[in-house]
């Protein structure tokens, strides 16, 4: 996500930054210990929103200072470690106005919007003009090739996320942004049109992009169907040259842990992706590593109760397979489309999910069972016919 719109022209005092030396210094020490606190020394919180837009102050209305007696900036404190001091204080965190938790797109790292504290810009116009970029540069920025209700309100688009690019290579050059994340139903990824728009943007330079297919965004999964995804966004999208690693996230709940193995396995074995500049990644066994996590099992007004594991809950089990720059590939093997085999199972269910409206009126207790809250509803609906 991308930072808020800032005014074009602020007020910054002149007075010098020696009487927040002590504040830099005990940051400094916090840098290593307790970060969370050192970011929250500072109050004032911007809306790191979806917009992609960021104004760069370039006229003052106060002298400058050069700070010449700043520890920050006379020498005492080595460049690399006050670069490490604002990147850290600027990094983003989650705000505290969490996302409805029965939302399809909430999630480990994505429970609420995106927040950075930026009152440090404010101390002085030296500190502004070296630091104004870096709650953008530092952000996870993500895009969601999804459908209404499976994505927040407000997301970053191509045509918003455009013009602060412009704005960051007018006044910093080739500037890399650390990490870029697509959240895609296979729907929209994979004919490859959508993601190599996001791809082929101008003064577009990420280090890393993940791509995340959710439980819920691959093809009939409503239905239980065994996972398969399509080849073509593989054969046809080509990544920027700064790219050095490109992951893919496959996540599925944990009962269909077997299909998502072998839907990585046959990835990481026979996929490989291409950069502009003709460079191959491929992945190695290494490169795989495994994560869960556990969710509401209601979102959009349905409750899965197939699904759930513990009432209200599922698990999920995901699998992230990175690719990075390969030399040894001379060639790229046309990548294949994968579909789990047959003999994996698909789980029937009368009900697979049910209306929270038809669960509430029946008058149904929270906490209970999907067998137990079936069983309810049944009841209520023969005694009202």
Not at 270 to 279: N, S
Not at 342 to 349: C, E, V, Y
Not at 361 to 370: D, I, R
């Amino acid at each position: 996500m991308a930072h808020q719109t800032m005014l074009n022209t602020i007020m910054y005092p002149s007075w010098t930054l020696e009487t927040c030396s002590t504040f830099f210094l005990v940051l400094l020490a916090l840098l290593f210990t307790s970060g969370n606190l050192a970011i929250r020394l500072i109050r004032k919180r911007d809306r790191l929103g979806s917009h992609g837009e960021m104004d760069y102050i370039n006229q003052f209305q106060l002298p400058s200072n050069a700070q010449a007696n700043s520890p920050l900036f006379d020498g005492t404190i080595p460049g690399e470690i006050r670069d490490r001091i604002f990147a850290f204080t600027l990094s983003c965190f989650e705000s505290q106005k969490a996302w409805d938790r029965d939302s399809s797109y909430v999630r480990p790292e994505y429970a609420a919007p995106l927040v950075a504290d930026t009152a440090i810009l404010q101390t002085c116009q030296r500190a502004y003009v070296e630091n104004w970029f870096r709650p953008w540069i530092s952000a996870t920025h993500t895009f969601y090739l999804a459908w209404e209700g499976r994505r927040p309100d407000k997301v970053t688009t191509v045509e918003k996320f455009e013009p602060t690019l412009e704005l960051l290579f007018a006044t910093h050059g080739e500037t890399e942004i650390s990490h870029v994340r697509v959240f895609a139903q296979l729907c929209s990824l994979e004919n490859g049109r959508e993601l190599s728009r996001i791809l082929g943007m101008k003064n577009f330079f990420p280090q890393k992009i993940t791509i995340t297919i959710r439980h819920h965004d691959w093809w009939s999964w409503e239905e239980d169907a065994r996972l398969h995804i399509g080849s073509q966004w593989v054969r046809d999208c080509r990544f920027p040259d700064t790219v050095r690693e490109i992951c893919v996230e496959l996540e599925s709940l944990q009962r269909k842990k077997d299909q998502i193995d072998w839907i990585a396995g046959e990835m990481a074995q026979g996929w490989q992706f291409a950069r502009c500049d003709g460079t191959k990644l491929s992945a190695k066994p290494q490169d795989v590593r495994v994560s869960r996590w556990s969710g509401s099992s209601t979102w959009e007004g349905h409750r899965w109760l197939r699904d759930e594991t513990k009432p209200g809950v599922n698990e999920y089990y995901v699998k992230t397979i990175t690719w990075k720059p390969d030399q040894s590939m001379t060639e790229r093997p046309v990548p294949k489309s994968l579909r789990a085999p047959n003999s994996f199972g698909i789980l029937r269910h009368r009900n697979p999910s049910m209306p929270v409206s038809r669960i509430r009126g029946a008058g149904v207790p929270e906490g209970l069972s999907a067998e137990e809250t079936e069983k309810l509803v049944r009841r209520w609906e023969g005694a009202n016919r």
